[in-house]
């Protein structure tokens, strides 16, 4: 089978983890394929290379060359986007939809709008839902970080009768025994970003209280025994771990703390997520970074402003007062509570395993429906 794979190849090893994950969904179904890769990161509005992805008739024709065109994993539909004819990254009429002859696989897919979403684009996403309803092509599969819970707030329960929600394709990653960092103690791992809080307007112009916070928590980690290793999943949260570490002691820095480094593809995201998979403790605000330890099965502490953590967190995490927390002051009182009681963060480890089951049923039935 001849698949066009549109996603974010290179950017953030998040999302590398989930393409591989998705590539082990595929070996464990039997699926033989040759797949393509596109980077949809050229059909931003804000890429200017030579090289710009436009989804118009010569997109179609190049999709119509193909068995089928996937979409995701990613935040793709996520309907914050200006200038979007359907208020997505997926830029593309219906008129145009019509003329791909192939089946479209939207899939691990994220549709929960962590950003103002611009007038008109909730008419605009409709209007595509209400398409999708009556396109047999088109599938949609949302991956479960509340996606399911924004289309019932924003358009309504039943819009989700023709959605299926799956694991995001990380729970299915599992990263090669690659060279990692030299560590010979025990660690955390810490991911911290600037842009979640930018888009949530958590820090405005004073960044120090949400800095006392961090600092109190890595104080926590390392009263623990355990080294503090940063680990960047995009450029920008070099930034933000830079910001930081300026905040702390010297001593404390040259003495109990680690940076990964930031590079990105394949051999980049085995690198990182091997050290996230030997880690006692992983305390992270990005996406992937709680999915992937979860699946790991190490402690996991979300802290992040945004809710797609929290809701991966209430499905498959067990703590007396929560696991994954809003930033906020005094976050820290909760996150070091947790970190000195480790033992009460518990993963459902049977809820996962059907959640696993129940993914890779879909795909197996989606993908015996193509080749009837």
Known sequence: ?????????????????????????????????????????KAY????????????????????????????????????VDNSVNGTTINITNDLLDTIRCPILITSIGCNPHRKV??????????????VQTNPNITIALRNDGSVNSIAHDFGQEYLSDIHEILDHGFFYTPSNAVTLPLDESYAVINITNDQLEMKDVISDDPSWYHAELKSIVDTVINKGLKAVFVPHIHQDITAISQFLDYLPSSTVRSSTMV????????????????????????????????????????TIGLSPLHRIEYIHQQLVSSENGSSFYIEKNVANKVNHLITNLDTISINHKKLNMLKEATIQFYASYFANLED
Request: hydrophobic share 45%; net charge negative.
């Open 45 to 80: 509005n804000n890429y200017i290379g030579e090289d710009k992805i436009i989804f118009n008739e010569d997109f179609v024709a190049l999709a119509n060359t193909y068995d089928l065109v996937i979409f995701g994993g990613g935040g793709f539909l996520d309907y914050w």
């Open 1 to 41: 089978m001849k698949i066009l794979h549109i996603a974010a190849f290179e950017g953030n090893i998040g999302d590398n983890a989930s393409h591989l994950g998705f590539q082990e969904i595929l070996n464990q179904i039997q699926v033989n394929s040759d797949v393509d890769r596109l980077e949809i990161r």
């Open 118 to 131: 611009p007038e008109g684009n909730h008419a605009k996403f409709k209007a595509f839902l209400d398409y």
């Open 260 to 299: 990964a480094p930031c590079f990105q593809g394949d051999a980049a995201t085995d690198f990182i997520f091997n050290l996230y998979k030997n880690a006692d403790v992983v305390i992270a605000s990005r996406y992937h970074s709680n999915v992937c330890s979860l699946k790991f099965g190490v402690k």
